[in-house]
């Protein structure tokens, strides 16, 4: 009886297990249980292999809720409950279950599910298989303002490196990240994790160290979500849905008017529109309406739209709409003229502008508003914002309208508008920070908030990118030293720091934030520093300064051709204003410094006239200056159009009149600029090497021309501004520039007037060995015994002599800027510049803050 029955057992088991699914043994099973209002989840492995990264998905009975997760988060959405377990089960060995940790929640009403599914597939086991996990998926959780990223990876073999871009809703932002860095740029925001969670083991989730980060309203919900460029879900790609209800409200002789209803979104969000004509596309649009232009009369048409999505998926074509523009014989009387032109609203970049309809027999098809001799903008009602304008800067505006046959009225009254300035009720200052500070100087982006400076200025500026003198592109992810002589003239070349802008590491001490890097992240150095400040003072600017003293040779060559000037705004704006750095030392990659940035400042020194020994100079610098400087704005303006942000184009300008004509077009240059950042200091000295003026001492920054001054010609602050204003540059346009540094000489004799003027012998020595002639402000009064600081009170500049044959310094202080701020106030200039932060503790720019009030 015994050998017969083990047969007959083997069978039956064998039966039992064929009659369930081929899979079913290797899935998890969830069983429920209730007590009282607590409701218990009990996951069970019965399979070989681990499971990880499981939830469980059930149903209530409408009006019962969730609450009180234990073990476990949960998400509910109308009837439909999301279970996702704590990270220390949320990994299943084979024949284990969830216990004593299994998932718990609180009831509104002691009730069963209606409907439960694990992983896709049934609670208790039957049913088909649900289809294989995709190899990363990313669960978003979200409690109030608090939200996370779970990644799994449900493949068999290590997850090395991942990033998620979503898309939040329009006004919502992202801060605040745990375990990982994001950017956001508009709406969309891009997660990259730690380098402690990057790598992601097979089968495993990046709990309990998942990315979390706060959302600025309650419950946010993002759309589009991607992880490595798949559907955080897992789910196929979807392109949008087809536009409907194309129609075309408004046909004239030479346009068409097309409205649509919006796409229903795919996989992402709808990003804009391609309107073709024919096979032809006429318009690319973001909203629902789009005018072909430049059509024929009395021509057929058939219009299609297609919806794009963020990746630049095209949906199916609408439904075709075929239009007929208008005969221009049968009508040839114009519209009434508009009336009441006036300006309703002005921001330092754009003009709202208003008016009176015209009145016409056929009907108004709509008004073209003029710029000036510029079409600015085409608008089918009675109110037009003009965009892409510049700060402080007049413009004269008219209205024409047009009717169905295209016949347009005469131009309404002139209306001139003055945008307003870049920086509004008040005074710029704008710092100039060192990329090599943080070196023999120990200043570093933490110094501007410990020394107050950071809270008192409006801009820093960044100082300096390179120009690849290869590619003629902006020059980063290197890290190679300038030669030691100053008369090289090839001594930039290939030159930068990368290690300092993104590559090295800050201990906490060195953090803005207290926070040490860990020399893992995307972002380090500098760069990560700045997001870091501007993240404590959100309304502080931050610019990257191209160029200087050391890396403007190449300038004329990038400035030279179309061709060369777009290639190398667009390499720049690439590299910094959407951040994609080179790869360097594990630092870097795409979008690591978005955000970073909030425009450009071109500091090419200079134009047309010497500079640097080897600087590239030719006769065209000037035009070629205009149009590199219009180019820049022209492909910032572009990106504002995506983004929605507005990016500010400064300049550091000369105060040499012969400079300024050699290169600068000013009346033409003050269509693009921002702000003239005004050199106002330099006007003598010994030079490092003594190649300048070693012989004689002279004032570097007087507001005042010196009478007394034995040099011709000579300069001042008010000679420089008086040339700007004079070329029609608006006096809010234009920042005075101050020097945080002093210059001086040695062996200077008295002269009857404490070395004013006076002979010399070279540069005095420096701060530092390799910088004869020149100390930080707060170095000199501290380290140069017996300079007696004196004032010149007619040409307003400061100074300090140590006796007879003894050092003679010439720099700013704090009664100079109070007289300098008093007196740009009074010409009613945007306000001051410095050169450079490092030099100063704080005294000076608390004069500078208390001077411009």
């Known amino acids: 009886m015994r050998r017969l029955a083990a047969p007959l057992i083997a069978v039956l088991v064998t039966a039992a297990l064929c ?61 439909t409950v999301t279970l996702t377990p704590a990270y220390y089960i949320a990994t299943l060995q084979p024949g284990k279950n969830t216990e004593p940790y299994s998932p718990k929640v609180t009831l509104s009403s002691a009730v069963q599910p209606t409907k439960c599914l694990v992983n896709g597939a049934n609670c208790d086991g039957s049913g088909d298989d649900p289809p294989p996990p995709p190899p990363i998926t990313a669960t978003y959780e979200v409690s109030g303002t608090s939200a996370k ?79 490595n460029d798949v559907n955080c879900d897992g789910s196929p790609d ?235 592109t902006c020059l980063q992810g290197v890290t190679k030293g300038t030669s030691s002589d100053p008369q090289d003239p090839n001594q930039g070349d290939g030159a930068g720091d990368a290690e300092a802008d993104y590559g090295r590491p800050f201990s906490a001490a060195q953090s803005v934030d207290g926070v040490a890097d860990t020399g893992w992240e995307k972002l380090r150095g500098n760069f990560n520093q700045i997001r870091k400040l501007k993240a404590k003072y959100p309304k502080l600017k931050v610019l ?18 179309d ?90 300008t000369p105060a040499d009149p012969a400079k300024i004509a050699a290169g600068w077009d000013l009346p033409q240059i003050t269509k693009y600029l921002d702000i003239f950042n005004v050199q106002g200091y330099d006007f003598h000295g010994a030079g490092s090497d003594n190649s300048w003026e070693p012989n004689r001492t002279g004032h570097q920054g007087n507001l005042y021309p010196d009478a007394d001054s034995p040099y011709d010609p000579d300069f001042s602050v008010e000679q420089a501004v008086d040339a700007y204003l004079q070329a029609g540059v608006h006096p809010r346009k234009i920042t005075i520039g101050l020097a945080y540094y002093g210059r001086g000489w040695q062996q200077v004799a008295d002269g009857g007037r404490n070395g004013e003027w006076q002979s010399a012998h070279g540069a005095a020595p420096g701060q530092f060995q390799e910088e004869a002639g020149t100390r930080g402000y707060s170095n000199l009064v501290a380290s140069v015994p017996g300079c007696t600081v004196r004032h010149d009170e007619q040409a307003v500049a400061t100074y300090c002599y140590t006796g007879d044959n003894g050092q003679w310094w010439t720099f700013d202080d704090a009664w100079s800027i109070g007289k300098k701020t008093a007196w740009l106030k009074s010409k009613g200039l945007l306000g001051a510049m410095i050169w450079e932060m490092s030099g100063d503790t704080g005294v000076l720019t608390t004069a500078l803050d208390t001077g411009l009030g």
């Open 19 to 79: 009659a369930l699914p081929a899979q079913a043994a290797s899935r998890l099973i969830a069983t429920f249980s209730l007590s009282g209002a607590t409701g218990t989840f009990v996951v069970a492995n019965p399979g070989t292999t681990a499971v990880s990264g499981w939830s469980v998905v059930f149903d209530l009975p409408a009006g019962v809720t969730v609450s009180s997760p234990q073990n476990a988060t949960v998400r509910q959405s109308g009837t």
């Open 544 to 561: 990257i300064s191209i160029g200087g003293w050391t890396y403007s040779k190449y300038f004329s060559d990038v400035a030279a051709t």
């Open 563 to 652: 061709a060369a000037r777009k290639k190398f705004v667009a390499s720049c704006i690439d590299t910094y204003i959407k951040g994609n750095l080179p790869v360097y030392n594990g630092a870097g990659g795409p979008g690591a410094a978005a955000g970073v940035f909030d425009g450009i400042d071109l500091d090419w020194e200079w134009p047309g006239a010497e500079g640097h020994a080897g600087n590239h100079v030719s006769p065209s610098d000037k035009a070629n200056n205009t149009l590199l400087i219009a180019e820049f704005r022209r492909q910032l303006d572009a990106l504002t159009a995506t983004t929605g942000r507005r990016y500010e184009l400064t300049a550091f």
């Open 238 to 472: 979807t392109p949008p849905g087809a536009p409907g209800n194309l129609r075309a409200p408004v046909r004239t002789t030479t346009t068409v008017s097309l409205a649509w209803d919006a796409a229903t979104p795919g996989s992402l969000p709808v990003t804009g529109y391609e309107v073709y004509d024919g096979a032809a596309v006429a318009a690319s649009v973001t909203g629902t309406s789009a005018t072909v232009t430049g059509l024929k009369p009395s021509s057929g048409h058939t219009f299609t739209v297609k919806a794009k999505d963020r990746k630049g998926t095209l949906s199916a074509a609408s439904a075709p709409l075929t239009v007929t523009t208008r005969d221009p014989a049968d009508d040839t009387q114009p519209p009434t003229v508009p009336g009441g032109l006036r300006s309703t609203a002005r921001t330092s970049s754009s003009v709202t502008l208003a008016w009176t309809a015209s009145t016409d027999d056929s009907g108004v098809a709509g008004y073209d508003v003029y710029a000036g001799a510029s079409l600015a903008a085409t608008v089918s009602g009675t109110t037009a914002t003009v965009t892409g304008l510049s700060p402080s800067t007049e413009y004269a505006f008219t209205v024409r309208a047009r009717d169905l046959y295209d016949n347009a009225s005469p131009a309404s009254a002139v209306l001139k508008v003055t945008t307003a300035d870049i920086v509004e009720n008040g005074y710029a200052r704008v710092g100039y920070f060192v990329q090599w500070g943080i070196y023999g100087r120990q200043y570093f982006v933490r110094t501007l908030d410990t020394t107050g400076a950071a809270a008192k200025l409006t801009h820093v500026n960044y100082a300096f990118a390179n120009i690849d003198p290869v590619n003629l």
């Open 149 to 227: 990223f779970v990644v799994a990876n449900n493949s068999a073999t290590a997850l090395d490196g991942w990033t998620i871009v979503f898309d939040l809703p329009a006004g919502v932002t992202a801060g605040n990240a745990q375990n990982g860095s994001l950017t956001q740029n508009g709406r969309t925001v891009t997660l990259t994790p730690a380098h402690y969670n990057s790598t992601v083991k097979a089968g495993a989730t990046t709990e309990p160290y998942s990315p979390s980060f706060t959302v600025s309203t309650a419950g946010a919900e993002p759309s589009g979500c991607r992880v």
